[in-house]
């Protein structure tokens, strides 16, 4: 079978367990000399650069094991707030194509039959808290951002600085967790 008629029924999916796999083999091999002094060397340009790759789907398992491999070598408070705001920026460009980009398609998306059954059913509660509560636990967590920026973008009530700040805040903290474990470990 030639290389150009294998086809996988869900590639996208095989990537991403690919970059899962990336991810362990970086982290496990962690005391590989060439590999660990090059990411040492990064310093903290390095843990900004894995702060921006962490909030990408197909990225954020390998910028975790980056930060994982960079706690060691690093003030973690310092790296936080460098790593956090590298992630504020990829927020922000999955946020504005979203909410520019997309516009027209959340607008249509509001106007089925089933979302406005699923919106009349919801309770105030949870669209006001629930919501937000879960978008922020996607943002601060290694999970792809683009689901919890989503949520964000579809929320009109929302302004820019007002999604920059949690953004930097919830992705500050998150790599904060992620930098602590990296040192304990």
């Given at each position: ?50 702060g ?48 520019h ?55 009109r ?29």
């Amino acid at each position: 079978m030639a290389i150009n008629q294998l086809k996988f029924k869900y590639p996208k999916f095989l990537l991403l367990l690919l970059t899962f796999v990336i991810a362990y083999l970086l982290f496990y091999n962690r005391t590989y000399g060439p590999f660990y002094d090059f990411v040492a060397s990064l310093s903290y340009f390095g843990t900004f650069i894995s702060g921006s790759l962490y909030v990408y789907g197909f990225t954020a398992a390998p910028a975790t094991a980056l930060l994982l491999i960079l706690a060691k070598e690093q003030n973690i408070l310092l790296a936080s707030l460098v790593g956090g705001l590298g992630a504020l920026i990829g927020d922000l460009i999955i946020f504005s194509t979203i909410r520019h980009s997309f516009a027209d398609e959340i607008e249509k998306l509001f106007e089925e039959e089933i979302v406005k059954y699923i919106h009349s059913k919801t309770p105030p509660f949870i669209k006001k808290y629930f919501i937000p509560a879960a978008a922020i636990f996607i943002i601060a967590s290694p999970l792809p951002d683009e689901v919890g920026i989503a949520l964000f973008a579809a929320t009109r009530n929302i302004s820019l600085r007002t999604f920059s700040v949690f953004s930097y805040l919830i992705n500050t903290i998150g790599i904060f967790v992620v930098l602590y474990i990296g040192r304990v470990i």
